[in-house]
Structure formats: structure tokens, C-alpha cells
């Protein structure tokens, strides 16, 4: 089993982790010949959210090198705040005061590989740089790791859901998550709702507050559009129509932390069922991975 490659955007990297960090404390990874899948999937996670990702290798990594028994697939258990340790390492050594040294250093490559230190795997992160003076540096981190098993890997399985209800393009996640922090402090549940016509609504209402947030004009993606206009003239959906799915305030913050990565996001609602958010990064026409999220609805006795 063997995997090296350069690790050529840092940035990208540690902002997805930021990302999946705020679900659960530990990941895993499948590294593929082509793709980085990160999957969060803990059920003691708050609201029952799970992320699953799918990362072009060429958006993170170069000269990227992977071998096993396993269709030359690797899958791997880690802390998340171990792996955002490495990487803020490198982020932050360029132009940065090094503690050690006293002296701050361009970096110059970073490699990472699959190693093994006194019988325990680790991720090797081998940062090589230049000093201000010209002086070469070598840093090493390793973040320990678990190397699953063929037959654990094989029960990794996407949550099912149906087919979406509707398909919208959301508005900028930070300053939704700006009205939803705002939300939070009012009630546990929020009700996303949207319609073909662009309309899209965060809601709670509960005994003593009812509050509404509409966004009009979103862009109903052209998937959708197609799948509208191939069904018949009585099955197509009223534009006024919202659909609608309660779930945790909690959980939908912990995604709106992926603003730091995102530069487009569809949101799905399965009406009652739940809520399936994709995080594209980059353009979503020739995006560098996507992040998906799955919140699942929380249902109203009433």
C-alpha cells in the first residue's frame, strides 16, 4: 500500500476541512485514483447531519502516486483538528514568524504520504522552505491514522433520499448565516421553503415569535427546468408552490459554516423528508469537488 503526492492548494484543503470540522471531531477519507472523498457520516451528530465529498485529485494535489489491493483505493479514519493542524502549518509558514527559528520562510513544496512511525500509520506532511536569508528548512508532521478494512469500507453508504421536490440556488452563505445565528437565539427549528417561481424562505414560529426571511428572484438551476418541462402539462408543479422541510437551526448553521469554501450552492428540498445542500467548489460548470450535506427533517406531531 503506498500513496505520495505534492499537495499544491493548501488553502482549498484546510478550508474543506474547516468545514467538515464544525460536524464531528473525526472523518474519513477515500483516496481514489482520481478522487478525495470526505465523508462524515457519525449518527451522534447533531440533527443527524452527514456530509459526503467528492474532490478532484488535480484541484488539491500534484505529482499524486496511490497503490493498494483495493482497486488502488485507500480509506482512512482521522482527527479532523490533527489534519487542520498540518495543514495551517503550511498556510501560515509563508511571510509568517516561525516560534522555533525566529525567522520567517517561503514554502517551497509539500509532500504527504502514507508512512508508518512505531507501528502506528500516520500521515507524513514534509514541508521544505527558504528562509529569508536563503537558508533551506525542513518541517515534518504526522497525523496519526486508521487504515479501514475492504469489508468496513464497503458499508459506507449514502443516506437514500427521493427525488427532489425542487432544486434552488442559494444566496451568499455568510450572510444567510448572519440571519440564521440571529434565528437561533428565538428557536431550535427552521423551515426552509422554496417554489419555482424563485422564492426562497427561512421561517420559525413558535408560541411567542414568528419570523419570516424571503429572498425573491433565485435561480432555479437548469436541471430542474429540464425535469419540469419533460413532465406533462398537469404534473408540472404551481410556480406559488413552496416546499417546504423543518429542520435543526443547529445543523443548518453547522453547513453555513461551509461558506469558507463555497462559491455557488443548491439546495434540494424532498418536501418532509430532507434537506440535500451542494457545496460546489469553484464554478459549479467546472467545479474542483463538491461538498454534500444531508440534514434530515425534523417532523411536526402537529
Same mark, same amino acid.
Given at each position: ?167 434552488? &440556488? ?7 448565516? /448572519? !440571519? ?8 431550535? $427549528? #427552521?423551515? +426552509? ?62 453547513? &453555513? ?7 455557488? /450552492? !443548491? ?8 434537506? $440535500? #445542500?451542494? +457545496? ?23
Amino acid at each position: 500500500m503506498r500513496f505520495r503526492a505534492g499537495v499544491e492548494n493548501v488553502t482549498t484543503f484546510f478550508r474543506i476541512m474547516q468545514s467538515v470540522e464544525k460536524l464531528q471531531k473525526k472523518c474519513t477519507i477515500k483516496f481514489t485514483e482520481d478522487n478525495m472523498h470526505i465523508i462524515c457520516n457519525n449518527d451522534a451528530n447533531e440533527g443527524g447531519i452527514q456530509v459526503w465529498s467528492q474532490i478532484k485529485i488535480d484541484s488539491i494535489f500534484n505529482n499524486y502516486r496511490i497503490q493498494s489491493n483495493s482497486n488502488n483505493e485507500i480509506t482512512v479514519n482521522l482527527s479532523c483538528e490533527a489534519l487542520m493542524g498540518a495543514l495551517r502549518s503550511v498556510s501560515t509558514s509563508s511571510g509568517a514568524s516561525n516560534s522555533a527559528s525566529g525567522s520567517s520562510y517561503e514554502t517551497d513544496e509539500v509532500i504527504v504520504k502514507l508512512a508508518k512511525k512505531n507501528d502506528q500509520a500516520v500521515l507524513n506532511f514534509e514541508i521544505t522552505g527558504t528562509t529569508r536569508a536563503g537558508r533551506k528548512v525542513k518541517i515534518e508532521h504526522d497525523v496519526k491514522i486508521e487504515v479501514m478494512k475492504p469489508t468496513d469500507v464497503a458499508k459506507l453508504r449514502e443516506p437514500m433520499c427521493p427525488e427532489p421536490d425542487i432544486h434552488v &440556488l442559494l444566496p451568499s452563505l455568510q450572510k444567510m448565516r /448572519t !440571519i440564521v445565528e440571529r434565528l437561533r437565539t428565538m428557536s431550535d $427549528i #427552521l423551515a +426552509v421553503r422554496a417554489s419555482h417561481n424563485g422564492c426562497l424562505q427561512l421561517s420559525i414560529n413558535t408560541e411567542s415569535v414568528k419570523v419570516d426571511t424571503e429572498w425573491k428572484n433565485c435561480n432555479i438551476p437548469q436541471m430542474m427546468k429540464e425535469g419540469v418541462s419533460q413532465d406533462s402539462a398537469d404534473d408540472s408543479p404551481d410556480p406559488e408552490q413552496l416546499f417546504s422541510v423543518l429542520v435543526s437551526v443547529k445543523s443548518f448553521l453547522k453547513f &453555513l459554516s461551509s461558506h469558507v469554501v463555497s462559491t455557488t /450552492t !443548491i439546495a434540494c428540498v424532498c418536501q418532509n423528508h430532507c434537506l $440535500i #445542500l451542494y +457545496v460546489y467548489i469553484g464554478d459549479a460548470a467546472d467545479a474542483g469537488g463538491v461538498l454534500t450535506f444531508y440534514i434530515p427533517a425534523i417532523i411536526d406531531d402537529e
